[in-house]
């Protein structure tokens, strides 16, 4: 039987797309970044959170919230304290942090961050685009995507692509695959949007070797094998130099460090 996901729900007094990132960001340490998220936006009430801890304690589930006004958030916390809840303040301590080294008071006003103009919906929808079309799950986003990352496992497409989206690029993402031909669309796609991932053998083999010894599986199964990896770099290799697109090394790369790398390209017209 699959184990059941874990659930998060996510409070806010806004949107709630800060506090989605940071929990995606940190579940995807664990269990390959599978999480179910539940988000409850616009909360400006205390019942309405009474309900989510409720529902969260029913649930064995954690909360992350960003809630701007104190009383709120003390009353989250108070609440969840009372139900033996996992509650994580994600705004809070920053804006304390701020207050602090500015000697000012905060303004308290929720949504301030997502002021509803032309650049904020385009940041929703650019995640939203990620979202979709992350891993491959339909080629037909690669044609409307701005960027598409391609590569083998664990070289960071999915955190690159949820990266990029919040740099208001759409972002789709392939993995290539040996066993799997790569869809159709992919070679339809201007070369200067195809941005392919490779990564040093031995650096892939610690990564999938963790992989493994996270998901319980033995470290010398053929996902981590050196043979194995040499052979899906190589296909990968193929793929990249028939489409013509920029290769980008990930090894001992930060994900911000690569985005920034793709961005440039981007901006360049696709010349890497």
Do not use: W
Not at 148 to 157: A, D, E, F, M
């Amino acid at each position: 039987m699959t184990a059941p996901l874990p659930i998060v729900y996510v409070v806010s007094d806004s949107v709630g797309e800060t506090a989605e990132f940071v929990v995606r960001a940190a579940a995807s340490q664990f269990n390959g970044g599978r999480v179910e998220i539940r988000r409850i936006s616009y909360v400006d009430d205390i019942e309405p959170i009474r309900e989510v801890i409720q529902a969260a304690k029913e649930a064995n589930a954690l909360v992350g919230f960003t809630l701007v006004l104190p009383e709120m958030r003390e009353a989250l916390l108070r609440e969840a304290t009372e139900q033996g809840v996992i509650a994580v303040d994600i705004l809070g301590p920053m804006i304390q942090a701020f207050s602090k080294i500015n000697n000012q008071s905060p303004k308290n006003l929720p949504g301030l961050v997502h002021q509803l103009d032309d650049e904020y919906f385009r940041r929703v929808e650019a995640i939203e685009f990620a979202v979709k079309y992350d891993d491959g799950k339909d080629p037909r986003g690669l044609l409307r995507a701005d960027v598409v990352l391609i590569g083998v496992s664990r070289t960071s497409k999915t955190p690159l692509s949820m990266f990029l989206a919040h740099k208001r690029l759409k972002a789709a993402n392939v993995p290539l695959v040996p066993e799997v031909t790569p869809p159709e669309e992919l070679f339809e796609v201007n070369p200067r949007k195809v941005i392919g991932l490779t990564i040093s053998p031995d650096e892939l083999n610690l990564i999938r070797t963790e992989r493994l010894k996270a998901l319980g599986l033995r470290s010398q199964a053929n996902y981590a094998a050196h043979e194995r990896i040499l052979s899906e770099l190589e296909y990968a290799e193929k793929i990249m130099k028939k489409i013509g697109c920029p290769v980008i090394n990930v090894s001992n790369k930060a994900v911000e460090e690569t985005a920034s790398i793709i961005m440039d390209i981007i901006k360049r017209g696709g010349r890497g």
